[in-house]
């Protein structure tokens, strides 16, 4: 029974660790340096299933690219009306900074609240789609849970009210 007891002790002081760890900021990542869109594209998607995006086709050699592949968002009143209607339903989302705006185009960082693992969105108004494209991923780990799908589906459905 001693045993029994040492495990879980043993993780219970780990799980503690891991919260120290993230509210210090060990478990944030490091932030990209290639966002931003490049010829009409965003980045690419992750090579691991932990990201979305709407561009996901325009990488056909891709190993994720079925895993990533998300519609894109929709757009109305053009550039400048669509990304101020897509920063107000991010803003009320938890954990969510704007992090660059432009006319087209929109940086956000969603930060869970208790280890605070990152995920880097980016939104950029495709004037041929008439859409908003959009790339969301995680920093860190092979998978997201579906996080990534799930906050994009969310916004598309504020998007849509």
């Known amino acids: 029974m001693n045993w029994l007891v040492g495990i879980v002790i043993a993780l ?14 060990f478990l944030r990542g490091k932030a990209p340096a290639d966002l931003g869109v490049h010829g009409g594209r965003l980045k690419r998607p992750s090579a691991t299933p932990n990201s979305v995006s709407s561009q996901a086709d325009l990488f056909v050699d891709h190993p994720m690219r079925d895993y990533a592949r998300i519609a894109p968002l929709p757009a109305a009143g053009g550039a400048q009306a669509s990304m101020a209607r897509l920063r107000a339903v991010i803003e009320r989302l938890p954990g969510a900074h704007v992090v660059e705006q432009r006319d087209d185009y929109l940086y956000a960082r969603f930060e869970t609240r208790l280890l605070r693992f990152t995920d880097d969105a980016e939104f950029w108004y495709d004037p041929g789609a008439q859409a908003i494209q959009v790339r969301s991923a995680s920093r860190l780990g092979r998978k997201d849970f579906g996080v990534n799908r799930a906050r994009i589906e969310a916004i598309r459905a504020q998007l849509l009210h």
């Open 12 to 25: 219970a002081a780990l799980g503690l660790l891991t919260v120290a760890a993230g509210q210090l900021g």
